[in-house]
């Protein structure tokens, strides 16, 4: 498996005069958990907010607040952060950074550091909504956007000043995604378009109730980020609206059978890739009521299923890899072979659904990989997340 996307990444942190702050210490700590080495780059304004010491104890690193401050081999440090920079993370940005970038000044270690990079630049907002919406910053924004600068946010909602509006800087985990969007433009899947699908289908019987199952979407929303981190072009046909759309991924939503296989085939047409993670109705009820059914507690309600159209086994475009997924209850890898058999599969991934830690709803997953060629491979215990990228190292062998 590929080492982890953020894995040794130089990750630049420029940190800003804004009650934001806090949140650009829980993203450091983010990063340093997914192995990235954080510089953070702090404006004098900024330690109005934070500290040093509270970045320094998170990266294990020393932090920048002076622009003629000197590392301990002598080297101009703005300068060498800027050129060992993967990503620079300007979060919080307030107006006036925005503004001085903007201009190209270069009067604190922040800006400095911004002016001397090559690396790819996110900037998130952060400031009183009148400030944003001011002619001013949007003119300073659009002129960073001409320049291949990514502005994330802000949001809206309640801010500082007790008001609301449009000012509010975006949460640590969407700018993580961000981060791992940009650095994934490098990966071995980019040029690649890989569909995914994701969660349970429900066939409605009437407008309150429908047919379903336990599926929570999480392995096919893994399996998305993943190849998102890889620079696939990435689709995700999802039945889910609990899990936060993985940034940089088109998410389709669907909810039956039948608007998931419209969708998938609109997709696949030129796809290099289908990965089939979600859990497809195998019946529907064979008319849909208009009004909602009344229950009347003497009488037993019968309804009459009919099966689903088999969406894996039913798309065929030359050269289309196709994985499927098998959730099973009992004979996990006979059953999977079947199923890898009977839909023409590049290989399968089958999990038992009654291990406590595999299955609907868990984070991790046991999965068994069966190929075409009688191929087995064992995987333990693993996140989904994981699981995706060994998936897609099976991918991306076939695709060369």
């Given at each position: 498996?590929?080492?982890?996307?953020?894995?040794?990444?130089?990750?630049?942190?420029?940190?800003?005069?804004?009650?934001?702050?806090?949140?650009?210490?829980?993203?450091?700590?983010?990063?340093?958990?997914?192995?990235?080495?954080?510089?953070?780059?702090?404006?004098?304004?900024?330690?109005?907010?934070?500290?040093?010491?509270?970045?320094?104890?998170?990266?294990?690193?020393?932090?920048?607040?002076?622009?003629?401050?000197?590392?301990?081999?002598?080297?101009?440090?703005?300068?060498?952060?800027?050129?060992?920079?993967?990503?620079?993370?300007?979060?919080?940005?307030?107006?006036?950074?925005?503004?001085?970038?903007?201009?190209?000044?270069?009067?604190?270690?922040?800006?400095?550091?911004?002016?001397?990079?090559?690396?790819?630049?996110?900037?998130?907002?952060?400031?009183?909504?009148?400030?944003?919406?001011?002619?001013?910053?949007?003119?300073?924004?659009?002129?960073?956007?001409?320049?291949?600068?990514?502005?994330?946010?802000?949001?809206?909602?309640?801010?500082?000043?007790?008001?609301?509006?449009?000012?509010?800087?975006?949460?640590?985990?969407?700018?993580?995604?961000?981060?791992?969007?940009l650095l994934g433009q490098k990966g071995d899947l980019v040029g690649?378009?890989?569909?995914?699908?994701?969660?349970?289908?429900?066939?409605?019987?009437?407008?309150?109730?429908?047919?379903?199952?336990?599926?929570?979407?999480?392995?096919?929303?893994?399996?998305?980020?993943?190849?998102?981190?890889?620079?696939?072009?990435?689709?995700?046909?999802?039945?889910?609206?609990?899990?936060?759309?993985?940034?940089?991924?088109?998410?389709?939503?669907?909810?039956?059978?039948?608007?998931?296989?419209?969708?998938?085939?609109?997709?696949?047409?030129?796809?290099?890739?289908?990965?089939?993670?979600?859990?497809?109705?195998?019946?529907?009820?064979?008319?849909?009521?208009?009004?909602?059914?009344?229950?009347?507690?003497?009488?037993?309600?019968?309804?009459?299923?009919?099966?689903?159209?088999?969406?894996?086994?039913?798309?065929?475009?030359?050269?289309?890899?196709?994985?499927?997924?098998?959730?099973?209850?009992?004979?996990?890898?006979?059953?999977?072979?079947?199923?890898?058999?009977?839909?023409?599969?590049?290989?399968?991934?089958?999990?038992?659904?009654?291990?406590?830690?595999?299955?609907?709803?868990?984070?991790?997953?046991?999965?068994?990989?069966?190929?075409?060629?009688?191929?087995?491979?064992?995987?333990?215990?693993?996140?989904?997340?994981?699981?995706?990228?060994?998936i897609l190292d099976r991918v991306a062998l076939i695709l060369k």
């Open positions: 498996m590929m080492p982890g996307l953020i894995e040794n990444k130089y990750i630049s942190l420029g940190v800003s005069g804004s009650i934001a702050c806090h949140k650009s210490v829980d993203l450091a700590s983010k990063l340093v958990q997914d192995g990235a080495l954080v510089d953070v780059i702090l404006t004098q304004s900024a330690l109005n907010f934070v500290t040093p010491i509270a970045f320094e104890a998170i990266t294990h690193r020393p932090v920048t607040t002076g622009l003629f401050d000197r590392p301990s081999d002598s080297t101009i440090n703005h300068v060498s952060i800027a050129e060992r920079s993967d990503v620079i993370v300007l979060a919080p940005a307030t107006a006036n950074t925005i503004a001085k970038i903007s201009l190209g000044l270069a009067d604190d270690p922040l800006t400095t550091t911004v002016l001397a990079a090559n690396a790819p630049v996110i900037v998130c907002p952060a400031m009183d909504g009148h400030m944003y919406e001011n002619p001013a910053t949007q003119e300073n924004l659009n002129r960073l956007v001409s320049r291949g600068y990514t502005i994330v946010g802000p949001l809206d909602g309640y801010l500082a000043s007790g008001q609301s509006g449009k000012g509010r800087m975006i949460e640590p985990s969407n700018i993580l995604g961000h981060i791992r969007y690649r378009k890989i569909v995914v699908s994701a969660g349970g289908t429900k066939e409605p019987i009437d407008p309150v109730r429908f047919i379903g199952n336990r599926s929570s979407g999480k392995m096919g929303y893994a399996v998305a980020s993943a190849a998102r981190d890889r620079g696939a072009e990435t689709v995700l046909v999802s039945t889910s609206n609990s899990l936060s759309d993985p940034v940089g991924v088109k998410v389709i939503k669907v909810e039956n059978a039948s608007s998931m296989k419209q969708e998938i085939e609109k997709e696949c047409h030129d796809a290099n890739v289908l990965i089939m993670a979600a859990a497809v109705a195998d019946w529907r009820p064979n008319s849909f009521h208009d009004q909602k059914l009344k229950k009347n507690s003497d009488e037993n309600m019968d309804m009459q299923l009919v099966p689903t159209e088999d969406i894996l086994e039913g798309i065929e475009f030359d050269g289309l890899v196709k994985v499927g997924f098998a959730a099973e209850s009992e004979n996990l890898e006979s059953n999977a072979r079947i199923k890898l058999d009977k839909k023409n599969l590049d290989f399968i991934a089958a999990n038992d659904i009654l291990s406590d830690d595999s299955g609907f709803g868990t984070d991790t997953n046991r999965i068994v990989i069966l190929d075409r060629n009688g191929g087995v491979e064992r995987l333990g215990c693993l996140s989904k997340y994981d699981v995706g990228c060994h």
